[in-house]
């Protein structure tokens, strides 16, 4: 079952905090992602963006260089929220655009570099994330960048359930509140599709990417850099 923002209120208001509660060095992510960018691409460029919902990669990312970004997110409320996040922390319209849609609708071209950070498991591995991998290569101009971040787990495995626990006990050192880390121990069980970080890096590989390197690390998330 996937998640449906659209109809649940209280989760989009909550999202601009919970990946902080969640995930280890999540600003530093996004930091490390615009310097691995710099390092490639320089500072301006055509920049895909996928599950921009929120706007927080584009925002954390705008504050390092002139690149213009395409946003993409089936959600119109978080959409709605990447919007206020935006005009909030002064990115200027012309800077971004922002698409409603699943990854395939993603606007095929030259991009310079593309981003898709805890989105990918939203996604079935019933084919569709093989799809989704071999579209965002097809956006992108021969030897791009593409960073991946995502969850990894073999939800099959009995580690599965310590490794959430890991995750709920960082949360709760964070200070996040019970009900939220409740919440977000049942969508993990429920409505995610975590592959492990070994199908991640099979999927990128048969998608055409190369020189895949990890750039981070915590609890049960991973980040790669890649190159089309």
């Excluded at 600003?27 to 691995?36: N, P």
């Excluded at 993603?106 to 981003?115: C, L, Q, S, V």
């Excluded at 960082?170 to 995610?192: C, H, K, V, W, Y």
């Amino acid at each position: 079952m996937a998640i449906d923002f659209d109809n649940q209120p209280d989760l989009v208001a909550n999202y601009e905090r919970g990946p902080r509660w969640f995930i280890p060095g999540y600003d530093a992510i996004h930091t490390m992602a615009a310097a691995l960018l710099r390092n490639r691409i320089g500072q301006t460029g055509r920049i895909l963006v996928l599950g921009a919902g929120g706007g927080f990669e584009i925002t954390a990312m705008a504050r390092h260089g002139a690149w213009h970004f395409t946003g993409v997110d089936p959600s119109e409320q978080m959409l709605a929220l990447a919007r206020r996040i935006l005009a909030r922390d002064g990115v200027p319209a012309s800077r971004f655009e922002l698409i409603s849609g699943y990854i395939p609708d993603a606007p095929r071209g030259a991009f310079d570099a593309a981003t898709c950070f805890l989105t990918m498991h939203f996604v079935k591995d019933d084919g569709a994330k093989a799809q989704a991998f071999q579209h965002i290569h097809a956006c992108l101009r021969p030897g791009a960048p593409f960073l991946f971040v995502d969850g990894c787990a073999d939800m099959a495995s009995p580690n599965f359930a310590r490794q959430l626990a890991d995750y709920a006990e960082f949360a709760r050192l964070q200070g996040a509140p019970e009900d939220i880390i409740t919440m977000a121990l049942e969508m993990n069980r429920s409505s995610l599709n975590f592959v492990t970080a070994e199908r991640n890096l099979a999927l990128m590989s048969d998608a055409g990417f190369s020189d895949i390197t990890l750039f981070t690390a915590g609890t049960l998330f991973r980040g790669w850099i890649a190159r089309a």
